[in-house]
């Protein structure tokens, strides 16, 4: 059958010490290519506020302050620890473009790692996220992909990602991009690759381009060969994906890159204006060469829990984490229209 939003609404009801009866209205949404469950339970936005999309902004200016002692990725530190590339990895011992440098990390846990960042900046504010600066770190990301792909045919998939702040992952504060690669294709986007190939099976046509055409309530923007949009089952908090165009990295352009910049600076520029400050990124592809017709090529970033002294993670407690279902707040169609202004003032 062809793309279909399958959901389903439920109402809950609660009794309290006292005897009050109160009615929780739950959503429960199935992700149109892998039927993954999402839950949407807009109830829980008042218990999580202060968790979720409040920082608390002098301790989190202590904590930066404190950071930029010894910070490996500030000058001078930074010329005197950062590791090289081997001779078996590239050609060169660093990538570098312009303020933005490349290289490996110390502890891979890939086939092919490296870090991506500027000696010029330490901590960057959401809405302080510039397009001209990420182009730069995704064009280097990029450069370092192909050429560490020309030297080792086997780092087939390749991903850039990005940790920000301690409820994100990140060790550092400094703010940084990483990628990977590696022979065989990473999880999740090996569930992708077999549930699209799959789609074309049963529908004869390609999923992503189906769902482009089905997903006008979702929509935000389409910007040349991306399309920016918020799913329908959203995994995390906040959720905003895109689709490129183009089957893997090797075929992206300058437009491509240009048009993820800006995509990503103004969710960056919405999550910071609504009180976030920790976030997670991954811009995947296909084989590098080869690679499946029926797949594209996509970005996903959502919003974690703020750093704050007692930390609460809200958002990979059992239900999340093991049973794979996602808990989110906001509906995804709301939060689709608020990002058009936001993609609007590009």
Not at 63 to 91: E, K
Not at 174 to 186: A, D, K, N, T, W
């Given at each position: 059958?062809?793309?279909?939003?399958?959901?389903?609404?439920k109402?809950?009801?609660?009794?309290a010490?006292?005897?009050?009866?109160?009615?929780?209205?739950?959503?429960?949404?199935?992700?149109?290519?892998?039927?993954?469950?999402?839950?949407?339970?807009?109830?829980?936005?008042?218990?999580?506020?202060?968790?979720?999309?409040?920082?608390?902004d002098?301790?989190?200016?202590?904590?930066?302050?404190?950071?930029?002692?010894?910070?490996?990725?500030?000058?001078?530190?930074?010329?005197?620890?950062?590791?090289?590339?081997?001779?078996?990895?590239?050609?060169?011992p660093?990538?570098?473009?312009?303020?933005?440098r490349?290289?490996?990390?110390?502890y891979?846990?890939?086939?092919?790692?490296?870090?991506i960042?500027?000696?010029?900046?330490?901590?960057?504010?959401?809405n302080?996220?510039?397009?001209?600066?990420?182009?730069?770190?995704l064009?280097?990301?990029?450069?370092?992909?192909?050429?560490?792909?020309?030297?080792?045919?086997?780092?087939?998939y390749?991903?850039?990602?990005?940790?920000?702040?301690?409820?994100?992952?990140a060790?550092?504060i400094?703010?940084?991009?990483?990628?990977?690669?590696?022979?065989?294709?990473?999880e999740?986007?090996?569930?992708?690759?077999?549930a699209?190939?799959?789609?074309?099976?049963?529908e004869?046509?390609?999923?992503w381009?189906?769902?482009m055409?089905a997903?006008?309530?979702r929509?935000?923007?389409?910007?040349?060969?991306?399309?920016?949009?918020?799913?329908?089952?959203p995994?995390?908090?906040?959720?905003?994906r895109?689709?490129?165009?183009?089957?893997?990295?090797?075929?992206?352009?300058?437009?491509?890159?240009?048009?993820l910049?800006?995509?990503?600076?103004?969710?960056l520029?919405y999550?910071?204006?609504?009180g976030?400050?920790?976030f997670?990124?991954?811009?995947?592809?296909?084989?590098?060469?080869?690679?499946?017709?029926?797949?594209?090529?996509?970005?996903?970033?959502l919003?974690r829990p703020?750093?704050?002294?007692n930390?609460?993670?809200?958002?990979?407690?059992?239900?999340?984490?093991?049973?794979?279902?996602?808990?989110v707040?906001?509906?995804?169609?709301?939060l689709?229209?608020?990002?058009?202004?936001?993609f609007?003032?590009?």
């Open positions: 059958m062809p793309i279909t939003f399958r959901s389903e609404r109402t809950v009801e609660v009794q010490a006292d005897g009050t009866i109160t009615h929780h209205e739950l959503e429960y949404r199935w992700d149109p290519l892998t039927a993954r469950l999402s839950v949407l339970c807009p109830h829980l936005r008042e218990k999580w506020t202060e968790i979720y999309s409040v920082r608390d002098a301790w989190l200016a202590e904590l930066i302050a404190a950071s930029r002692a010894n910070c490996p990725f500030c000058r001078p530190l930074i010329d005197q620890v950062a590791a090289t590339f081997s001779p078996a990895q590239l050609d060169e660093t990538i570098t473009l312009d303020d933005v490349v290289f490996p990390n110390l891979p846990r890939t086939d092919f790692e490296a870090v960042t500027s000696p010029e900046l330490h901590h960057l504010p959401l302080a996220c510039e397009p001209a600066l990420l182009t730069r770190f064009q280097a990301a990029l450069d370092c992909i192909t050429k560490a792909y020309r030297k080792n045919e086997q780092l087939v390749p991903v850039i990602g990005g940790n920000y702040l301690p409820p994100a992952g060790s550092l400094h703010y940084h991009m990483q990628l990977s690669m590696q022979q065989h294709p990473f999740a986007v090996r569930g992708l690759i077999q699209s190939e799959q789609y074309e099976k049963e004869a046509g390609n999923y381009l189906d769902l055409a997903n006008k309530d929509e935000i923007e389409r910007s040349g060969d991306v399309y920016w949009y918020v799913p329908f089952a995994a995390g908090f906040c959720e905003v895109a689709i490129v165009r183009k089957p893997s990295f090797m075929t992206f352009t300058s437009e491509d890159v240009l048009s910049a800006n995509g990503l600076a103004a969710v520029q999550y910071g204006d609504h976030f400050a920790a997670n990124f991954i811009l995947y592809s296909g084989r590098m060469v080869s690679g499946n017709t029926c797949f594209l090529s996509g970005l996903q970033i919003a703020n750093p704050r002294p930390y609460l993670n809200i958002d990979s407690w059992y239900m999340p984490l093991l049973l794979r279902q996602a808990i707040l906001e509906r995804p169609e709301e689709a229209l608020a990002l058009k202004d936001y609007r003032s590009d």
